[in-house]
């Protein structure tokens, strides 16, 4: 079982809906919990970063985390076409020497 | 946050050549991660690379295939050598930014090589 797993897609969906994207993880030692957006030939880059349970939002993005369930979660409301990209999860343990564990990327598609 | 730049941008090696990939931050940062990016995998992290220090290397990658140099605090490089078509990928390099007593990541645009 891989430490974090992430469905690759590819979500399509028309423009304005609400996305919601997700990961899972097995190492309950992850403390921060991130999100990253992919264009296609750029690097990653990150949209939002958690340290604790709970949900944090940013304009039309929410992040989610529930350690309990050992699951994390990025909403986009009113979704744009220019919100087509693929989307990593990354999280993290403090006592590892800030290494990130990856999941795979979602490809997102969102269509006017 | 920091501002990285990656040269080349892309290219396209000769099995067996070398090619070394430069990392520029526009600040000062302790730690620099270079990664690969393959298709349909998850970011894999290559090595930690730490000014003064000799780079940390992850399970499955070695000095020898993977130099990397650090000779201050905004610049790194990494060598892919003696390349063959399986080191095909993109390559990244990012660094460790503290925001909130919380360590995010920023990365460089990466650098696309294909191997023939």
């Known amino acids: 079982q891989k430490e974090v797993e992430q469905d690759p897609g590819p979500l399509s969906v028309p423009e304005g809906a609400i996305v919601s994207l997700n990961c899972t993880y097995s190492n309950s030692a992850f403390q921060y919990f991130m999100w990253y957006r992919q264009y296609s030939r750029k690097g990653p880059e990150l949209l939002m970063y958690t340290y604790s349970s709970g949900n944090k939002e940013d304009g039309r993005f929410t992040a989610q985390v529930d350690k309990s369930s050992k699951y994390i979660s990025l909403f986009i409301r009113d979704s744009q076409p220019s919100d087509s990209a693929t989307y990593l999860c990354?999280?993290?343990?403090?006592?590892?020497?800030?290494?990130?564990?990856w999941g795979l990327g979602t490809s997102l598609a969102v269509n006017p | 946050s920091a501002v990285i730049s990656q040269k080349p941008s892309r290219d396209i090696c000769q099995r067996g050549t070398s090619l070394t990939i430069q990392c520029q931050v526009d600040s000062q940062v302790t730690m620099m991660f270079w990664y690969r990016q393959q298709p349909g995998q998850s970011l894999t992290l290559i090595a930690t690379a730490n000014q003064g220090s000799e780079a940390t290397y992850e399970s499955g990658f070695v000095i020898d295939k993977f130099p990397i140099s650090r000779p201050n605090l905004t610049f790194s490089t990494l060598t892919v050598s003696n390349m063959s078509p399986e080191d095909s990928s993109i390559y990244l390099c990012?660094?460790?930014?503290?925001?909130?007593?919380?360590?995010?990541?920023?990365f460089g645009p990466g650098t696309r090589l294909t191997v023939l």
């Open positions: 990012s660094v460790t930014w503290t925001v909130l007593s919380t360590d995010t990541q920023y």
């Open positions: 990354a999280m993290g343990d403090p006592g590892n020497n800030r290494k990130l564990i």
